[in-house]
């Protein structure tokens, strides 16, 4: 498929400068169980006579993973953006909170997101989905890739993560796409169908499709997929007397991003009407009304925005919670974000020569046998391999993955660990792999520090091979401990650590 450049741009502009109404017109309303009644800007607070939205955050990582982007490349992974988290993301809330404690004892995605996470089922990534999509427009695999890498710092092994991944397909996909439901059904098939995301929208359409009102779809997406209240915004009397004054805690993006669609599907053609349904409907209204101001971008374009939204807030950007110290190339406006999103996107055609869509200068080419082949076939499990459950090192010659069980990162005295290494060849031939442990004094490894690895060519074996490891030890002396794994190839000359911590789990 081809996808004509000036048609390209003015989608990312439109997804730009949708996200920022969405963000700025959700932002007095956000967490409220209730149903709202608005028509348009309510709060006057929320923008600064001129045309200058006050700062929402629903913008501000996508801007930190932009300039990640052009300082690192395009081989960023969830590693080294652990290190832009620590060192520019400043909220100490919630799952963003969470995941940057972890990541400060070194711990590593995905378990910086799973471990001690109360909220790694709620809607801190999905609201950065879009930087990947825009990337990769037309590319929903790649565009999931990234948004794995992303979402796992903070959500793990979370509904968070399939929600991130749902949306970076769906908005690459919008690219291409002739309409949102044909980009849904594409974005669905990269996440596991029983997961509670893929539920939640499938309820949002089977409501529309019974021809339900907006209210009547909120209600029937709340009993079912609600999570429990914000203690400061509570629940409204009436949502309480429907029963929807209880839920889990921090399991709220199920709901969230069925929300978003409702906004989108019984909004239509009609941005206003979208903006204002996703706020209507209550919850985390900054996110769902920015989401779908987003991905209504995307497939209408810039060009299709009604003017009277834009002008309240005009075209900068604020920002809300990252470190500006020493953030000094930031997008001040979506202007200069869309330029240079479009400057990543020309590099990762270049880096992925086989991507089924093409920036051209020509007209746009969108066949239908084309879309369908944007559909993944096995429920996304390749975006993520299995490697939920710990994380994974990359090395030019092959990759490691780490599986600590189901106890994670704890470990007590005197108690046998085990812990399962998988090792993907990532080269063109064989590889004859020496392991060496180094341990704290007075631990030892079972069945010893010293193995060998046969690893074949992965294109030639089933299954990547594995091999497991018992770790004991006799004593902890600090509270966090490491251990580390050398891996060596004779005849080669580089040396691979893969680094592996344990926290006291005595008693």
């Avoid at 809607?123 to 565009?143: F, L, V």
């Avoid at 805690?249 to 709901?255: E, I, K, L, T, W």
């Avoid at 992925?352 to 096995?378: G, N, Q, V």
């Avoid at 520090?449 to 294109?459: F, G, K, S």
């Amino acid at each position: 498929m081809k996808l004509n450049r000036t048609e390209y741009r003015n989608k990312v502009l439109g997804c730009w400068l949708g996200k920022n109404v969405g963000g700025v017109v959700g932002a007095p309303y956000e967490w409220k169980r209730q149903v709202n009644d608005i028509s348009f800007y309510t709060h006057t607070d929320w923008t600064i006579p001129g045309g200058r939205p006050m700062a929402n955050d629903d913008l501000d990582i996508q801007l930190l993973w932009l300039v990640a982007l052009e300082e690192i490349g395009l081989g960023i992974r969830a590693d080294r953006l652990a290190e832009y988290w620590c060192t520019y993301v400043t909220p100490h809330w919630a799952e963003y909170g969470t995941a940057k404690i972890n990541m400060r004892q070194g711990i590593m995605p995905p378990l910086s997101g799973t471990l001690g996470n109360e909220y790694k089922n709620s809607c801190g990534s999905y609201i950065r989905s879009e930087i990947w999509a825009c990337i990769a427009p037309g590319a929903p695999e790649t565009a999931a890739r990234y948004a794995y890498e992303d979402a796992i710092l903070d959500h793990g092994d979370g509904e968070g993560t399939y929600a991130e991944i749902f949306m970076a397909a769906t908005e690459s996909a919008a690219f291409v796409c002739g309409s949102l439901d044909e980009a849904v059904k594409i974005g669905l098939t990269y996440i596991p169908k029983d997961c509670g995301v893929a539920q939640a929208v499938r309820t949002a359409y089977e409501c529309f499709e019974k021809k339900m009102d907006w209210k009547a779809a909120r209600l029937e997406i709340l009993k079912k997929y609600r999570g429990l209240p914000m203690p400061w915004t509570k629940c409204s009397p009436e949502d309480a007397a429907l029963g929807l004054a209880d839920g889990p805690r921090g399991y709220d993006v199920p709901s969230n991003i069925a929300l978003t669609l409702v906004g989108l599907l019984w909004g239509g053609a009609d941005f206003g009407q979208v903006m204002c349904i996703c706020v209507n409907c209550g919850e985390d209204t900054d996110c769902t009304a920015a989401t779908a101001g987003a991905l209504w971008g995307i497939l209408h374009g810039a060009d299709a925005l009604p003017q009277k939204w834009l002008d309240p807030i005009g075209r900068s950007i604020s920002t809300k919670c990252l470190n500006l110290g020493e953030l000094w190339t930031l997008p001040q406006n979506v202007d200069d974000l869309t330029d240079r999103t479009l400057a990543i996107a020309e590099q990762m055609q270049l880096r992925h020569p086989h991507t089924p869509t093409r920036l051209a200068d020509d007209k746009t080419d969108t066949a239908e046998t084309a879309i369908e082949a944007l559909s993944r076939t096995d429920e996304g499990k390749a975006v993520w391999g299995g490697a939920a459950g710990g994380p994974r090192y990359e090395f030019d010659l092959l990759h490691v993955h780490v599986d600590y069980g189901a106890s994670s990162v704890l470990m007590a005295p005197q108690c046998p660990k085990t812990v399962k290494l998988t090792f993907k060849n990532v080269s063109k031939i064989q590889h004859n792999l020496n392991l060496h442990w180094y341990l704290p004094e007075g631990w030892s490894v079972a069945p010893g520090p010293d193995t060998c690895l046969m690893l074949p060519i992965d294109w030639m074996t089933n299954e990547p091979p594995a091999l497991e490891f018992t770790i004991t030890a006799e004593k902890m002396a600090a509270a966090m401990q490491r251990a580390v794994l050398e891996i060596t190839i004779p005849g080669r000359p580089t040396v691979m650590h893969v680094p592996l911590l344990f926290l006291n789990a005595a008693p």
